[in-house]
């Protein structure tokens, strides 16, 4: 009887083999990129933004891993879905990608029309990182968040909080806190985060779940005012603010990552070379620091976990939408 063990093996490079004929690669190849043509990561929120700080750290280091360059380009509009689109009908080739957020899965059951079905039409590459929202407010606007929702619950539906768009992950962190808040309030968006963060230094927006990426900043200069974080455990980055757990509303954490995505034509090996190239780039000890100078933390997963991850949190997305009786705003 043949050993399991060498027939498991032997299964296993014939697989490898067939993989490598399939897409038109000797066994053990690494595909290479086209000299001379940049690489495009398509960012659907505007420059600034907690995705594109992210894609930029990595366009900077991903580019002469691979023999090219990258170019960011930011194509806002309609909760991401506009940028998403863009990329769902490129080639296939390694030269399109989309970096997004976790507000990724939410679009499907928010936008009930979009040209592009999220599952079907994308292959995970890798997260990239995990970003604490915090909850941000004018400076004199609120003591804290137990009296922001107080003030809330005395004036039901008077109060407004920004998002970076519809569906987008500052959105539903902000759902998912005025859930688990029992609070009433007007949800605003915004065409990016940029621009939420200025409504609400200027008071006219009451509160706002800002990526910490894009706020960090202004937190420490006085303009913002941190109550909260929006995730499980408190951010290195401000460890005197609590999470909104910690602030009395249990049930409000919520988990904001940036990914890779690739059109799902895009051949295995490709996507494999991609994620092993930004493995060991988001593993390195610079971006590792530069990242938690901006109170966030490299997230990386292989392809096949990664797919599995977005199955699983594109459940939990619409499950957040159903129960928030979410609509186009």
Not at 99 to 120: E, F, Q, W
Not at 292 to 314: C, H, N, Q, W, Y
Request: charged residues 20%; contains cysteine.
């Amino acid at each position: 009887m043949p050993c399991p063990a060498l027939t498991a093996r032997r299964i296993s490079a014939a697989l490898i083999l067939v993989a490598s004929s399939l897409s038109g690669l000797p066994a053990g190849a690494q595909p290479d990129w086209p000299q001379g043509q940049a690489i495009r990561f398509i960012v659907p929120f505007t420059a600034g933004s907690g995705t594109d700080i992210v894609a930029r750290l990595l366009g900077e280091k991903l580019g002469p891993a691979l023999g090219s360059n990258v170019v960011i380009e930011n194509k806002p509009g309609a909760g991401g879905t506009m940028g998403a689109a863009l990329v769902a009908k490129s080639a296939g080739d390694g030269l399109t990608l989309l970096i997004h957020s976790a507000g990724h899965l939410v679009n499907p059951a928010i936008y009930p029309n979009l040209s592009y079905d999220t599952l079907k039409d994308f292959s995970g590459v890798t997260p990239l990182a995990a970003l604490p929202n915090v909850m941000v407010t004018s400076p004199d606007h609120f003591k804290d968040v137990k009296d922001l929702i107080a003030q809330a619950k005395a004036k039901p539906g008077v109060f407004n909080y920004a998002s970076a768009g519809n569906g987008s992950a500052t959105h539903m962190n902000a759902e998912v806190f005025r859930l688990a808040a029992a609070v009433q309030a007007q949800h605003v968006p915004f065409r990016g985060t940029p621009e939420a963060m200025t409504e609400t230094i200027a008071g006219r927006i009451d509160w706002f779940f800002a990526p910490l990426v894009s706020s960090l900043s202004l937190i420490k200069d006085g303009k913002l005012k941190a109550l909260a974080v929006g995730t499980a455990k408190r951010s290195n980055a401000l460890p005197q603010v609590p999470t909104t757990v910690e602030a009395g509303v249990p049930g409000s954490e919520y988990q904001f990552w940036v990914g890779l995505f690739a059109p799902s034509k895009t051949p295995r090996p490709v996507i494999e070379r991609l994620q092993g190239e930004i493995a060991k780039i988001m593993a390195s000890t610079e971006v590792k620091d530069r990242l938690d100078k901006l109170g966030a933390e490299a997230f990386v997963m292989l392809p096949a976990d990664f797919d599995r991850f977005i199955i699983s949190e594109t459940a939990k997305a619409q499950e957040v939408v159903r129960k928030a009786g979410l609509k186009l705003d």
